[in-house]
């Protein structure tokens, strides 16, 4: 992703939706989240995936933007699961999902403007 414009101003537009939807939810008091198995599981797959791309990132930055997604993707594994979340810990949640989306937008852009690096690991193609 470093040193390629377009995948950073993606991860922007994309993170920055995001913050938006978790700042609607909690300005419209809708604490409500989903609990069903598929929920759980889509989380569950995107906390994996993300997990797996954090070995895979050639720059710091990218290494910040998929940690900070990663974070936003096991807390929404988290409140998917504890289905007897009360109100003000999700509340809470949404509050720090919107901080953590918006912080992604910012490493998304600064992604973007990086100039990118080589791998140092040695490996081959």
């Known amino acids: 992703m470093c040193g390629l414009p377009f995948w950073g101003f993606a991860a922007f537009l994309g993170c920055a939706y995001l913050s938006y939807l978790s700042v609607v939810h909690v300005r419209r008091a809708e604490f409500d989240w989903p609990h069903d198995a598929w929920s759980i599981a889509g989380y569950g797959v995107w ?10 990132t050639r720059c710091r930055r990218e290494r910040t933007l ?59 193609d």
Not at 47 to 56: F, H, I, K, T
Not at 69 to 84: E, I, M, Q
């Open 47 to 56: 906390v994996l995936l993300m997990a797996g791309l954090m070995n895979e």
């Open 66 to 124: 998929f940690a900070l997604v990663l974070a936003n993707f096991l807390l929404g594994f988290v409140l998917a699961v504890w289905s007897n979340a009360p109100e003000h810990a999700v509340r809470q949640m949404r509050l720090a999902s919107a901080g953590m989306w918006g912080l992604a937008a910012v490493a998304g852009l600064t992604v973007m403007f990086s100039a990118g690096k080589q791998p140092t690991s040695g490996k081959g």
